[in-house]
């Protein structure tokens, strides 16, 4: 059965290159040669998947380098960096000063930086593109920001709508765009920035060629070309099974094969897998919408999943052993709580259901007063991984008495679905907002966005987080928030979400190409993996 699927995926990766071979009328639009092919050591070949294209193109405004899959621009330069222990560095920035009320934030430049059409980069760039990225963009919330201002060629000066201490984050995922040659209608096809890459080439569909900038005020890239192909996951591990790419995005299904000259390489990540527990009872919204849920409005319930669930058996039998324990949705970053961590302990789940009256029926399932434990878990249509998980989930829950059935649902109705019914989610970011964005509960809804679930307490740590005039500081206001000794989302407090698995990012990545050391990577597996891919070297 194994060899009929590798031969028809064969089958399935020759027409997909000869696809790509075939397609424009010059020979510039072929995928190139690898670095093997050639006997260049300074390019490099890398599949990733079809979903990685950005639809709008290279423009700031318009998502590249932010959104839900956040990844260093490339192309353009940012003010900051995140360093591969997610504290903040400079790029264009030499300093960063918040005011002490946190209103606003001033930002002085290098002034030795040029975009590729050599015209100098200066502080009214910079205004102009946040100020357009907050007016334009509909991929990140820039609602904090008030406005830009240009004080002189190296200085600007960031006027805040309300203290937002994390800025940092975002400064690192903008890329400064042009003022004198932008427009929205064209530039993310053709676009001018002063970063490490010029995009050569953008075959639609098929692929982009990156070129190192030559006027680069940094150190120049390692890797002089990169070549990156769309592919869908069977074609991309063909592509490597047939040397025409170096590094081949894939995932756990294919971890159990082999590629002469590759070796299957994994990166850790904060892509997180976790369903939300719905904390209220049965309800409906404003909408008419139904919220709650009868069974996982019982907190003993909740912390009953959370201590009862085998995440390592998930891993090994789900990602094939390609994955951490997920205990947050920000393990390791440095505004990660320890506190959320727990152990296995299918006995003390079982006795945390007994204690809260959910007496065992003869059927295997607990009841309590007329309820039954059973859950409805649902997962996003066509991703196998959470589906398996679902799956999985279901299947030891039912050793605690709790009967699951699962159910695949597209995102046009998940949403508003979770609400009342657990569903498995993907998150991480390299942001502390990830925790806002799933806990918070904002005064005119009285709800985090998510699920039903708010705590003043939990909000209150979240706003200081926010407010603080110091970066660092901050983190331990986020800790505070997950768990402060009495109240938090974890084991000990409400637990209204609970994590299962990070998911590895997983490459076939060709011998004697030395991939620089990775950040943690967060949810999305694509240009994570190259957002240093000019330290790259061949041995």
Known sequence: MQTKRITSLVLAAAMAVGLLAGCGTQSSSQPQATAEQTGTKDSVVIAMDTNSEPEAGFDPAFGWGAGEHVHEPLIQSTLTVTNPDLTIGYDLATSCESSEDGMTWTVTIRDDVKFTDGEPLTAEDVAFTYNTVKASSSVNDFTMLDNAEAVDDTTVVFHMA??????????AIVGIVPEHAYDSATYGSNPIGSGRYILKQWDRGQQIILEANPDYYGEQPKMKQVTILFMEEDAAFLAAQAGQVDVAYTSATYSDQTIDGYTLTAYQTVDNRGINLPVTEPSANADGVATGNAVTSDVAVRRAINIGIDRQEMIDNVLNGYGTPAYSVCD???????????EYDPEGAAKLLDDAGWVMGSDGVREKDGVKAELNILYSNGDSVRQALAADLSNQLAELGIRCTIEGVGWDTAYDRALSTPLVWGWGAHTPMELYNIYYSPAD?????????SNDTVDQYMDEALASSDLEESYKLWQQAQWDGTTGVTQGGDIPWVWLVNVSHLYWVRDGLQIAEQKIHPHGHGWSIVNNVDQWDWA
């Open 162 to 171: 309300k203290p937002f201490s994390i800025w940092p984050y975002t400064m």
């Open 332 to 342: 390791q970053l440095p505004w990660y709580n320890p506190a959320s961590e727990v």
């Open 445 to 453: 809804t009285g709800t985090a966005e998510y699920s039903p679930y």
